[in-house]
Nanobody, 119 residues
Framework: QVKLVESGGGLVQPGKSLNLSCATS????????MSWYRQAPGKERELVAT???????NYADSVKGRFTISKDNAKNTVALQMDSLKPEDTAVYYC?????????????WGQGTQVTVSS
């Protein structure tokens, strides 16, 4: 059974940092592409950052230079370090895992963790 469990969200002041963690089970991070998405109230879910199984990263323009995605294959965890937070970063953040094998793929979502940036 695959499980993705996010933690680390909360209320933080603008300019501060938060570190989100996604604890995974049932998947191998060495072959899954791991991503963080977020969804703000009234908006569509958007991709924040991706870390492929081989270690390539991709970031949304809005978070480049402020957020860093990383993983620990041995601990089966994925992290999102968020620095210089802005009020517009307020959203529910979701961990997402995808394994694409050509004609088919497997993907999984976590339940989300709330991040609120406010003074």
């Amino acid at each position: 059974q695959v499980k993705l469990v996010e933690s680390g969200g909360g209320l933080v002041q603008p300019g501060k940092s938060l570190n989100l963690s996604c604890a995974t089970s049932g998947i191998a991070l060495s072959i899954y592409d791991m991503s963080w998405y977020r969804q703000a109230p009234g908006k569509e879910r958007e991709l924040v950052a991706t870390l492929t199984g081989v270690g390539r990263t991709n970031y949304a323009d809005s978070v480049k230079g402020r957020f860093t995605i990383s993983k620990d294959n041995a601990k089966n965890t994925v992290a999102l370090q968020m620095d210089s937070l802005k009020p517009e970063d307020t959203a529910v953040y979701y961990c997402y895992a995808k394994f694409d094998s050509g004609p088919y793929y497997y993907d999984y979502w976590g339940q989300g963790t709330q991040v609120t940036v406010s003074s």
